[in-house]
């Protein structure tokens, strides 16, 4: 997601390069582990910095994809149309 959202002009690699790096090692806080979470972490702050989806659409969003996940069989895969509380 990342790489299609970088060529579709959102940001730049220096960009992504740099919010990724203050979500890994922030300037108020200890270093935290390179792994999924600080991605998504800076994958959630330029979202919201461009205004495609501000903190509370990306809170309500996990958590339906939290939620579609635990009805979702196993193996199959999760679609948000699984969520119980999912409507169109």
């Known amino acids: 997601m ?23 090692r922030p300037a108020d806080g200890p270093e935290a582990p390179a792994n999924y ?19 509370d659409t990306l809170d309500a969003r996990r958590d339906a994809f939290l939620r579609a996940a635990e009805a979702t069989p196993h193996g199959l895969p999760i679609a948000l149309e699984n969520d119980p509380l999912f409507r169109r």
């Open 2 to 24: 990342v790489v299609s959202l970088q060529e579709s002009g959102l940001f730049t690699w220096a960009e992504w390069a740099d919010t990724l790096g203050a979500a890994i």
């Open 37 to 55: 979470g600080r991605w998504l972490a800076a994958l959630e702050i330029i979202l919201a910095a461009r205004g495609i989806a501000d903190a």
